[in-house]
Nanobody, 123 residues
Framework: QVQLVESGGGLVQAGGSLRLSCAVS????????MAWFRQGPGKERGFVAA????????YYSDAVKGRFTISRDNARNTVYLQMNSLKPEDTAVYYC????????????????WGQGTQVTVSS
């Protein structure tokens, strides 16, 4: 059983920063590619960023490239999303997801999902 719990969301002004965390319980965390998705008001859930199990290879959506950074600490079973230069259009519920397949976690998301954390960016 793999469980994911996100934290770190909140209300921030445009141009500000937030750091999201996703704590993962269960075995073999270090083997899973991980990703962040988000769902804004009236929108479908979409891909934000992903990181391979090695913690080196990353991939970002065009909307966040250069502003967001995904990282992971396999010793702490945690993946992070550092969000800088936030914009009102970044307002969404942010979810982390895990799966054994890179091609899955970077497209539709994996088998395992957290409950989400709300990020609201005011203008």
């Amino acid at each position: 059983q793999v469980q994911l719990v996100e934290s770190g969301g909140g209300l921030v002004q445009a141009g500000g920063s937030l750091r999201l965390s996703c704590a993962v319980s269960g075995r073999a965390f270090s083997m899973y590619p991980m990703a962040w998705f988000r769902q804004g008001p009236g929108k479908e859930r979409g891909f934000v960023a992903a990181i391979m199990s090695n913690g080196v290879t990353t991939y970002y959506s065009d909307a966040v490239k250069g502003r967001f950074t995904i990282s992971r600490d396999n010793a702490r079973n945690t993946v992070y999303l550092q969000m800088n230069s936030l914009k009102p259009e970044d307002t969404a519920v942010y979810y982390c997801t895990a799966d054994g397949a890179w091609g899955v976690v970077t497209t539709t998301g994996g088998r395992y999902w957290g409950q989400g954390t709300q990020v609201t960016v005011s203008s």
